[in-house]
């Protein structure tokens, strides 16, 4: 009777849109094991006002994070939160890829963390409409490997990685190619649709992850459209034993 009742509750809720599930099977409760590693630093690349940083410091609170972010109204925000968290969080106004010098970046005047050095796509713009209004800055970029020396990061181990680049995950991890091996896992916001110009496919990240011996996990938040295809996963990596 009660696995009927269950049936008929979830039945009625995913009528009215929603789903329900026991918290210990959503891959957020424990990252998809990512949690179970003493992480000690946290690499924040596209941090922008730090909403990232806030969700992993409950789960890591002794870890130490690097923030990256070009933006400067993001970075404003992300700089204040920092200075609360009694040293632990270092935020640093850049942008990483492939390259060393000061770029153009479209910053997306109504949603900054949606910038990108890559132009967005009529489909990105007719999805999400805020992407629409935008204006040049110039940023200055590093790649990781130059970043951390550059900035005297203490990379302590366990490592991760987290990127949310739009568009720009193949040329972050270019740039990284000493970094990346060093991590223990990795979790990269990839979109499954081209949302921005020449950007990578999930196939092509996944295989740049795969030569620096990293095995794809799963993923964690995956939005969809409203016909029910995935528009972008967060996509969790791990290091091979």
Same mark, same amino acid.
């Given at each position: ?55 992993? #410091? @409950?789960? !890591? ?5 690097? *923030?990256? %972010?070009?933006? /400067? $109204?993001?970075? =404003? ?36 963390? #949606? @910038?990108? !050095? ?5 489909? *990105?713009? %007719?999805?999400? /409409? $805020?992407?629409? =209004? ?108």
């Amino acid at each position: 009777m009660k696995s009927l009742a269950s049936k008929l509750i979830k039945a009625v809720l995913r009528k009215a849109g929603y789903e329900l599930h026991k918290i210990q099977f959503s891959p957020m409760t424990r990252l998809l094991g990512a949690t179970q590693l003493p992480v000690r630093t946290i690499l924040d690349v596209g941090a922008n006002e730090g909403q990232f940083a806030r969700m992993i #410091s @409950s789960y !890591f609170p002794q870890a130490a994070m690097y *923030c990256f %972010e070009p933006v /400067p $109204e993001a970075f =404003a925000v992300l700089e204040d939160w920092a200075a609360t968290q009694h040293g632990r969080v270092m935020p640093i106004k850049c942008a990483l890829g492939e390259v060393e010098g000061s770029l153009t970046m479209l910053k997306h005047d109504q949603h900054t963390s #949606s @910038s990108s !050095f890559l132009a967005t796509t009529t489909r *990105c713009e %007719e999805i999400y /409409p $805020e992407t629409r =209004a935008k204006s040049s800055i110039s940023v200055d970029c590093h790649t990781l490997d130059n970043a951390v020396g550059r900035f005297s990061l203490a990379l302590k181990p366990d490592i991760l990685i987290k990127l949310d680049v739009q568009g720009y995950e193949d040329r972050v991890i270019k740039g990284g190619q000493q970094t990346f091996p060093k991590a223990n896992v990795v979790i990269l916001e990839v979109s499954l649709v081209p949302l921005y110009e020449t950007q990578p496919t999930f196939a092509q990240v996944a295989g740049r992850m795969e030569a620096l011996d990293f095995d794809y996990a799963g993923s964690l938040e995956q939005p969809c459209n409203g016909e029910g295809r995935l528009l972008s996963i967060d996509a969790v990596f791990f290091k091979r034993k």
